[in-house]
């Protein structure tokens, strides 16, 4: 079983919907769950961090975690073509700063 | 303010080649991380250095060696390249404080190709 889990994709949404990114992790002594995005032939860059159960909304993007169930989304509302891009999921076990990574998911966002 | 520099961009090796894949950060942070990336496959880190002065291995580091230079320099060296580390090789480094909200800052990568 891999430590962090997502689905490849693509997750094709038109424009102006909600893109639902999902990830499950092994781990449950995780403490701090990131988002990373990445554009083709770029590197990743956060955009959402969590460490506590519920929500946390930073414009239009909303991480959520439910450590009980070992599971963190990030939802982007009114998706843009810009937001065209794969979405990393990362785990920190807590353990020497490491940071375990998802495969990641492919977002395509349809004009 | 150059953030986390990586040399070179793009390099292609015959098999069994050697080669140092360079890296520097100018943010004074403490931590620093080499991570593969392949189709597929995500992000897998190869080598890390919490601080200055240690490294740890990662989930993949066969066929690799690290050297922490100093606080600002953690260089990658491949002594014996194979096809199988054809990847996009991407440096980071993050702050001291540990903990939720510090941030992997990257590097641009390098594209190594093995033949």
Redesign the interface.
């Known amino acids: 079983q891999k430590e962090?889990e997502?689905n490849?994709g693509p997750l094709s949404v038109p424009e102006g919907a909600i893109a639902s990114l999902n990830c499950t992790y092994s781990d449950r002594g995780s403490?701090?769950?990131?988002w990373?995005r990445q554009y083709s032939g770029?590197?990743?860059?956060?955009i959402m961090?969590?460490?506590s159960n519920g929500d946390k909304e930073d414009g239009r993007f909303t991480a959520q975690l439910n450590k009980a169930s070992q599971y963190v989304s990030l939802l982007i509302r009114d998706s843009q073509p810009s937001d065209s891009a794969t979405y990393?999921c990362?785990v920190?076990s807590?353990t020497?700063?490491?940071?375990?990574?998802?495969?990641?998911t492919r977002l395509q966002v349809t004009l | 303010n150059a953030g986390v520099t990586q040399t070179p961009k793009f390099q292609v090796l015959k098999t069994g080649q050697s080669m140092t894949l360079q890296c520097a950060q100018d943010m004074n942070h403490n931590s620093m991380y080499w991570y593969r990336q392949d189709p597929g496959m995500g992000l897998r880190l190869i080598y890390y250095s919490a601080s200055e002065g240690t490294t740890d291995k990662g989930e993949v580091p066969n066929g690799y060696n690290v050297s922490r230079l100093n606080k600002r320099e953690f260089s990658l060296r491949l002594e014996s390249a194979a096809p199988s580390q054809t990847s996009v090789y991407f440096c980071a480094s993050r702050p001291r404080k540990a903990g939720a909200g510090e941030k992997l800052f990257f590097g641009s990568g390098t594209q190594l190709s093995v033949l």
């Open positions: 962090v997502q490849s403490q701090s769950f990131f990373y770029k590197s990743p860059e956060l961090f969590i460490y990393l990362a920190n807590g020497a700063s490491k940071l375990t990574f998802g495969t990641g």
